[in-house]
């Protein structure tokens, strides 16, 4: 048999509104005006939100903080697609999902705080806590997927990642894993261009990250991650897929990291402040703004009332996390296991006792 | 000499041995242009260019297994680990191959590797950044195991390290990086690994601390007639310089800011108690954190020792 090829493969892209904020009216969603209106609501809390954790950080009034400021799009994009069935299994520069499927924000203040008792995730929504191992949390999506398969239940399970997780182990594992046995899974990856310091191009040859799904035999797209149109309509496409046994998908999202790695994080060791200005160029709620202005949905003034909204309910979210109760020193011990062992009971009430009341 | 912190120090032996030896690579996630998270590599890419410092992608398997691979082909890899939260999914590099290559090729190959990680508690930073899980290290045969506590121990440990002709795990206490300054010499010393140090001496009881610890161990022992011997080399240990001690005092308290259970402290317990016994006036004891999990910042200064609790053990003991 002489030489021949026996595989090829293509990767689509998807962006349905582009930089003007002009949408392909051909590949829009199904979305209302309300439901457009909510989607614009939730990137300006998201937005609200992030930039008072970093003043917040500033002050000492909270720990290390990863801005998510330039992604939003993804985030609620992604998760206006889900419903409270499906299943989330984040790492932890999601806040705009959270917020999207109605985590308070008061909890989440207090975890970047430091306080465990943030990730107690609110018993109707099943969002996995934050995840800060990079990409090691991926087999768990595959394996609820697996789960939820063998209780015949329609749910999609949705993973979200960054791009540097793309090089874990656990990423190919768990993407592996997915192909073989065909689950209800759909991953996410925030490919916002850098992992701290290392640029994509130092994180894989491959020309997309999207294609590493062909490799296991199911689907992979590209999507303009700062286009909350095509990120929904992408993400829809797969939970509905994956919920109706069409097996996994894998969404890439283009977007930018416009913010430092985190608060301890000086991005202009490593980055021109040029990359950085093009990015904001591309802001995604400036985006949806210009399209929203161009339907008659978007004004100066409904602006700023849904600024005055977002920024009242952060405050409100601020006073709560510091009307808090601190925790207890006993609290370490509550959930290690469903029981203490002997010597963790001496440790707790004789080594840490309780504070007199 | 120049006053130097830890971060310097480690940097200064990082430099010195590059310049000294082209074998020297430095491999990790940000330790090129961005000078790695705590800045510990500052400097070395514009001096030693991409190829000797290797930023790779987020793989700490990889970051470990080609480190292996590298030392085998004559290389002396300093392969860092951002935290050492992170390690676990290189543990199958370190412990099915890093430790066992010369035993499984009969001295054939070997892996002088070097692996350097930040480790430990109270830097108010996320989850798995504060761990200190250094006893899984001392369990393995292959592997050597060490701690410094303060600018000069890291250079001069450090050195030593990469020279030797085995694996080394080298754990750097985030919280003493920036914390202590110390005359650090430039050029050539060496500090023996698996050689302890006396910091205080003392006769009525022994105090072994190692990593950050030390630190709260000598203001704890202010005012006791304490020795104090920082190990610096958990594996292989210095169980002569230890026995020693004990042997003089008739007291050991052992301070770790590892989990109580099964931390290292267990075995300096339990060899004082095979091979000290009938020396001793008072029971051994060990001050360690709780068997939970790191807390996050709200707790995390409830879960370490403090100096209060080492000071009381040490009243304690004195009883006797
Ligand atoms: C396994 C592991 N290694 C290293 C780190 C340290 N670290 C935290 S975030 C990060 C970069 C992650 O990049 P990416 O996956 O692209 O996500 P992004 O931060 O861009 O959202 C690194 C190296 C970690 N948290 N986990
Ligand atoms: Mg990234």
């Known amino acids: 048999m002489p030489e021949e090829t026996i595989a090829t493969f293509t990767v689509r892209s998807l962006r349905i509104l582009d930089e003007r904020g002009k949408a392909d009216e051909a590949l829009m969603p199904p979305l209302s005006e309300a439901d457009i209106r909510q989607m614009y609501e939730l990137l300006v809390l998201t937005r609200t939100y992030d930039e008072r954790a970093l003043a917040l950080q500033r002050e000492g009034r909270i720990g290390t903080y990863p801005p998510v400021k330039g992604q939003e799009a993804v985030q609620v994009g992604s998760a206006c697609a889900l419903f409270p069935t499906d299943w989330v299994v984040p790492s932890f520069r999601e806040m705009g999902v959270h917020f999207t499927l109605g985590y308070p924000l008061d909890l989440m203040f207090r975890y970047w705080a430091g306080d465990e008792r943030g990730l107690v995730t609110p018993a109707n929504l099943n969002i996995l806590p934050i995840c800060v191992s990079v990409g090691t949390h991926i087999p768990h999506a595959v394996g609820i997927a697996m789960a939820a398969k063998y209780r015949r239940d329609p749910v999609a399970v949705v993973a979200y990642f960054g791009d540097g997780a793309t090089s874990k182990g656990d990423f190919h594992e768990g993407f592996n894993m997915a192909g073989v046995f065909q689950l209800p899974v759909v991953f996410i990856c925030q490919n916002n261009q850098w992992a701290i310091s290392i640029p994509l191009k130092g994180q894989t040859a491959s020309r997309t990250l999207a294609q590493k799904a062909i490799a296991y035999g199911f689907d992979g797209v590209q999507v303009d991650g700062n286009d909350v149109f095509a990120v929904y309509r992408a993400t829809k496409d797969a939970v509905e897929k994956a919920r109706s046994g069409g097996g996994p998908t894998f969404i890439e999202c283009l977007t930018y990291r416009v913010a430092d790695h985190t608060t301890s994080d000086d991005a202009s060791r490593y980055r021109s402040p040029e990359e950085v200005a093009a990015w904001r160029e591309k802001d995604p709620i400036l985006r949806l703004e210009r399209y929203m202005s161009g339907r008659g949905l978007w004004d100066e003034g409904y602006g700023a009332e849904v600024k005055r909204k977002a920024t009242r309910a952060v405050d409100e979210a601020v006073k709560a996390m510091e009307s808090a109760a601190p925790p207890e020193p006993g609290e370490m011990f509550e959930h290690v296991s469903a029981t203490l062992g002997q010597r963790q009971e001496k440790q707790r009430f004789v080594d840490h006792p309780p504070a007199p009341s | ?320």
């Not at chain 2, 705590?38 to 790779?56: K, M, N, S, W, Y």
């Not at chain 2, 195991?145 to 250079?155: C, E, H, L, T």
């Not at chain 2, 030797?164 to 003493?176: A, G, K, N, W």
């Not at chain 2, 950050?212 to 011997?229: F, N, P, Q, T, W």
Request: contains cysteine.
């Open chain 2, 1 to 320: 000499m120049p006053q130097l912190n830890m971060v310097q120090a480690i940097n200064l032996a990082l430099r010195e041995e590059m310049e000294r030896d082209d074998r020297v690579v430095l491999l990790g996630e940000d330790v090129g242009k961005d000078g790695g998270v705590f800045r510990v590599t500052e400097g070395l890419f514009d001096r030693f260019g991409a190829e000797r410092l290797i930023d790779t992608p987020l793989s700490e398997s990889a970051i470990v297994g080609a480190a292996v691979g590298m030392a085998v082909y004559g290389l002396l890899p300093v392969a860092e680990i951002q935290f050492m939260g992170f390690v676990y999914s290189a543990f199958d590099q370190i412990f099915a191959h890093a430790a066992r290559l010369r035993s499984r090729s009969r001295s054939r190959f070997t892996v002088p590797l070097v692996v350097r990680a930040p480790y430990g508690g109270g830097i108010k930073a996320p989850e798995l950044h504060e761990e200190s899980t250094e006893a899984f290290f001392c369990h393995m045969p292959g592997v050597k195991v060490v701690i410094p506590s303060g600018p000069y121990v890291a250079k001069g440990l450090l050195v030593s390290a990469i020279r030797d002709p085995d694996p080394v795990i080298f754990l750097e206490p985030t919280r003493l990086y920036r914390l202590i300054k110390e005359e650090v010499p430039e050029g050539e010393y060496a500090v023996p690994l698996g050689k302890a140090r006396i910091v205080r001496e003392g006769s009525k009881v022994t105090v072994v601390a190692w990593g950050s610890m030390l630190e709260r161990v000598m203001k704890a022992v202010e005012g006791y007639d304490a020795e104090v011997i920082d190990p610096l080399t958990l594996s292989p240990f210095d169980w002569e310089t230890l026995l020693a001690s004990v042997r003089e005092t008739g007291r050991l308290v052992i301070v770790h800011e590892a989990q109580f259970t099964g931390g290292f402290g267990a075995e300096i317990a339990a060899t004082v108690a095979q091979e000290a016994i009938l020396y001793l006036r008072a029971p051994v004891v060990r001050v360690a954190s709780p068997d939970v999990h790191v807390p996050l910042a709200k707790l995390v200064e409830h879960y370490l020792p403090s100096v209060e609790r080492i000071r009381g053990t040490v009243d304690e003991v004195m009883k006797y």
